[in-house]
């Protein structure tokens, strides 16, 4: 992949997934970052210069402030992972237009909380969309009614996965890892639909808000949980991200979004200290805002936002 040096985590797995730890190098790396972003700005003035090669994917956190919102895309095809909380701004459909995209083939509302549905309001009532994958769950609030609406009224298919189930669309191949059967009802951040893209030697884990408990259903099943990249769960919330789910994780890079000085008090000292211990990459959309990512299948770069 021909990004220039600007990489996160370069992932080595013939026999394994092994991985090559960049942590002494990252600030380092950062700098670089810096230097071929205004390379990038410059040679691609006036177009778009995270357009995906043909091997290409391409993840991006998007900035939303206290509440999450992940874009995954190829050259021909799109899944979009929560929207942020309602915004008269419409940031999460500002990107989707500034990024080319006019349909997503998933769209993956984690869990009922407005922080993560209430942006895809006006997603879906303005792009077409294939498929909705949210949990078989409900919440008592305006915003999770007008959510189910904007569904109904535009004839949108809905399906409530469960894990092990396997969603493809062109090069974009994830697996969902949870909820269980079990959190249907119950705790909602525990009842978010967790999910890991693979893409060759390369894997990313999204977690939603999953908290302690959806953490130990998964390490439970005994799934492949390994990721090179892991999407912090709950905007960094201690009340997740636990010793034994990062140990069955194994990542080299952590995204936490999060808004800036938000009254919950996350990212919590204790799971940055967790991620530190183990010497994860932290990358936090509070300090860094939009964070992209892109990989071939053998490695994961970092890339200027746009």
Same mark, same amino acid.
């Given at each position: 992949m021909n990004r220039g040096e600007d990489y996160v985590v370069e992932t080595h797995r013939p026999s394994?997934?092994?991985?090559?730890?960049?942590?002494?190098?990252?600030?380092f790396t950062m700098a670089l970052v810096l230097a071929f972003a205004l390379a990038y700005n410059f040679i691609f003035a006036g177009g778009n210069p995270l357009m995906p090669g043909d091997n290409e994917i391409i993840v991006a956190f998007l900035d939303v402030?206290?509440?999450? $919102?992940? &874009?995954?895309? $190829?050259?021909?095809?799109?899944?979009?992972?929560?929207?942020?909380?309602? @915004?008269?701004?419409?940031?999460?459909?500002?990107? &989707?237009?500034?990024?080319?995209?006019?349909?997503?083939?998933?769209?993956?509302?984690?869990?009922?909380?407005?922080? /993560?549905?209430?942006?895809?309001?006006?997603?879906?009532?303005?792009?077409?969309?294939?498929?909705?994958?949210?949990?078989?769950?409900?919440?008592?609030?305006?915003?999770?009614?007008?959510?189910?609406?904007?569904?109904? @009224?535009? /004839?949108?298919?809905? /399906?409530?996965?469960?894990?092990?189930?396997?969603?493809?669309?062109?090069?974009?191949?994830?697996?969902? &890892?949870?909820?269980?059967?079990?959190?249907?009802? $119950? @705790?909602?951040?525990?009842? $978010?639909?967790?999910?890991? &893209?693979?893409?060759?030697?390369t894997s990313f884990l999204f977690t939603g808000d999953a908290e302690a408990g959806s953490e130990r259903a998964m390490l439970a099943g005994r799934q492949d949980l390994r990721a090179d990249v892991i999407k912090i769960g709950h905007h960094g919330s201690r009340t997740s991200t636990t010793e034994a789910f990062l140990d069955a994780v194994q990542p080299v890079a952590a995204v936490i979004s999060v808004g800036g000085s938000n009254r919950f008090g996350h990212p919590h000292a204790d799971v940055l200290a967790r991620l530190n211990y183990r010497g994860i990459q932290i990358l936090r959309t509070d300090e860094m805002g939009t964070i992209v990512m892109a990989t071939d299948g053998e490695q994961v770069v970092l890339l200027p936002a746009s």
């Open positions: 394994g997934r092994h991985r090559r730890k960049l942590g002494q190098a990252f600030a402030g206290q509440g999450d $919102s992940i &874009l995954i895309r $190829s050259r021909d095809n799109a899944v979009l992972i929560d929207g942020g909380d309602i @915004n008269r701004n419409e940031p999460v459909l500002g990107y &989707l237009r500034r990024m080319g995209i006019t349909r997503l083939d998933y769209v993956i509302a984690t869990h009922p909380h407005r922080d /993560h549905i209430g942006g895809l309001i006006p997603v879906l009532n303005r792009v077409d969309v294939g498929r909705v994958l949210m949990p078989d769950v409900v919440h008592t609030t305006d915003v999770f009614e007008n959510f189910i609406s904007v569904i109904e @009224n535009n /004839h949108i298919a809905a /399906h409530a996965p469960v894990p092990g189930e396997r969603f493809i669309a062109g090069i974009i191949d994830f697996t969902v &890892l949870s909820p269980a059967h079990s959190f249907a009802g $119950s @705790n909602l951040n525990d009842a $978010s639909i967790v999910v890991r &893209l693979d893409h060759g030697m």
